[in-house]
């Protein structure tokens, strides 16, 4: 846990959230400023910047991420029109809180390119 992180003190429940699913390794939220009808924010538990950040010791828990974010989309009902996975990475790409997320937006159709 990074102690000034924002995410590490909802996995920890120092700032509440709205739990959609949680493992040993994984935790699930929805975004409290949704930019789709389904907006869910996916994270490791383990305190991670981004995906550059991760080495060969986080292969396993960045495809269980993918995985997990399947299952989610899937329980949301996504799969029928389909939904976009997002990772923001910098501040070029659009990054604000520094703990490694997975968007996952659907329910209406998203535009492309991005902003
Ligand atoms: P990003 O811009 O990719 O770093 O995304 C950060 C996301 O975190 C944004 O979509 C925010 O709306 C979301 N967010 C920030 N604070 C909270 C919070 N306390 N609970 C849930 N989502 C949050
Ligand atoms: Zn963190």
């Given amino acids: 846990m990074a102690t000034d992180c924002l995410f590490c003190k909802i996995i920890s429940g120092e700032i509440p959230s709205t739990e ?17 009808p389904t907006h869910i924010l ?15 010791d986080d ?3 960045l495809g269980k991420l993918l995985l997990r974010a399947n299952a ?3 329980a949301e009902g996504l799969n029928a ?6 990772i ?7 990054q604000t809180v520094f ?3 997975l968007h996952i937006l659907g329910g209406r ?3 492309w390119p991005p902003g």
């Fill in 99 to 101: 703990h490694l997320h």
């Fill in 81 to 86: 029109n389909g939904f976009r996975y997002v």
């Fill in 109 to 111: 159709a998203l535009s």
């Fill in 88 to 94: 923001n990475t910098g501040s070029d790409g659009g």
């Fill in 20 to 36: 959609v699913y949680s493992d040993e390794d994984v935790y699930a939220f929805r975004d409290i400023n949704p930019a789709a």
């Fill in 42 to 56: 996916v994270i490791p538990k383990k305190h991670l910047v981004d995906v550059k950040s991760a080495t060969l």
């Fill in 59 to 61: 292969e396993a828990l």
């Fill in 72 to 74: 989610i989309a899937e």
